[in-house]
């Protein structure tokens, strides 16, 4: 079946250092794939998405690239901040008798001043 | 526009007793789905619906079922209470079906079964 799997945290940075969080998936088809963010005491909301290959998602300074080839879609920052201090759940929606988005286990980020 | 608003937000029962929650989408959205977030399994897919009616399920027993109205608002209901059963349980509104949809999220109803 389709799944999602995404880099175990937590991941600590310190403020104004390069982020990367993995994102692997498997599934049929053709998914759309999205990252949603966790921050605390919040309910889930979409950072970014892509829905074909090669499509990039861009958001306040974070951008993914969906990657057909490697199965892949890293969120990537160049200088975090902060209030970037959540956690980050990669997720694919796709059609199996139904549509259903699958999301990873998350990523807890810390970012240090 | 307000967003997605889920109730109770936070609910105590014991075992053996059943729930229901309650989850209004975002107006004008037609989907709702139903999620499940533990410490963990993470956030697991209950179903979702469109239209009044049931769409796709994930893999949880028969004690857990919903239904949305025609007016888009869901609900949701958990019978004979299980301790594992204890979960943020988040509702997620879209506009529409589709694998390009963007769903947005309420802020759960935290339930904790004794």
């Known amino acids: 079946g389709n799944s999602v799997t995404q880099m175990e945290g937590p991941v600590t940075l310190s403020e104004e250092a390069f982020l990367t969080i993995n994102c692997t998936y498997t599934?049929?088809?053709?998914?759309?794939l999205f990252w949603y963010v966790q921050y605390p005491g919040e309910g889930l909301q979409l950072l970014l998405k892509?829905?074909?290959?090669?499509d990039k998602g861009s958001n306040k300074g974070f951008e993914a690239t969906y990657r057909k080839e490697t199965t892949s879609f890293h969120l990537e920052k160049g200088s975090v901040q902060v209030s970037d201090s959540a956690v980050y759940f990669c997720?694919?929606?796709?059609?199996?008798?139904?549509?259903?988005?699958?999301f990873g286990a998350g990523t807890r980020l810390f970012v240090k001043a | 526009k307000a967003g997605v608003t889920q109730t109770p937000r936070y609910l105590i029962k014991t075992r053996g007793q059943q729930v229901t929650l309650s989850c209004s989408p975002i107006?004008?959205?037609?989907?709702v789905s139903w999620y499940q977030q533990t410490p963990g399994q993470g956030l697991q897919f209950l179903f979702e619906?469109?239209?009044?009616?049931?769409?796709n399920k994930g893999n949880f027993p028969g004690r857990f079922s919903g239904r949305q109205f025609s007016n888009s608002r869901s609900e949701m209901n958990v019978s004979t209470l299980e301790l594992g059963d204890s979960a943020l349980y988040l509702c997620?509104?879209?506009?529409?079906?589709?694998?390009?949809?963007?769903?947005?999220f309420g802020p759960g109803t935290r339930l904790l079964v004794l």
């Open positions: 619906y469109f239209s009044e009616t049931q769409r």
């Open positions: 599934a049929t088809g053709y998914p759309s």
């Open positions: 107006s004008g959205h037609r989907s």
């Open positions: 997620a509104s879209s506009l529409d079906q589709g694998r390009f949809e963007t769903q947005y």
């Open positions: 892509a829905t074909k290959a090669d």
């Open positions: 997720a694919l929606r796709s059609y199996t008798g139904g549509f259903k988005t699958i």
